[in-house]
């Protein structure tokens, strides 16, 4: 199981996975209501190296960047969901509208983005790749998307029926 960690914990172990030769996997998102796509993804994104971090945007974030209505799912439980999933070993809590900081501190020796994302748009590309790290993209589960569970929800429970 995971564990929930600060930036200040999360840099001590990125330490001591340097001096130990273990690669550290990075990737970041919002991660409201858990679905079979960000499973795969997650464990997808797990097997580039020996350990993961997730960067996870705080409630705050999340409403600077999608509005009032999301999160959903409240910080604390959408960090406790992750940190229970196999693939996820650490994760790291972020109130930035980006995890540049995160990633900054961090320098991941593997940064992961989804397929939707263009390399060169990727925040943080530019400093792991001059610390020697890589970067990659993964390719999103096909139809699976939290838009598409709640639009589901929104059509067959939500809707008035005459």
Known sequence: MGQLCTLEEMKAV???FRAEGRRLVFTNG???IIHR??????RDARAQGDAMVVGLNSDASVRRLKGAKKPIVPEEDRAAVLAALASVDYVVIFD???PHVLISELLPDVLIKGGDYALE???GRIEVEAAGGTVRTIPLTVGRSST???ATIIERYCKNEH
């Open 121 to 123: 748009d990727i925040v």
């Open 14 to 16: 990125r330490a001591q």
């Open 148 to 150: 598409n569970i709640i």
């Open 30 to 32: 919002v991660f409201d």
């Open 37 to 42: 796509g960000h499973c795969e993804y997650l």
């Open 96 to 98: 930035e509208d980006t």
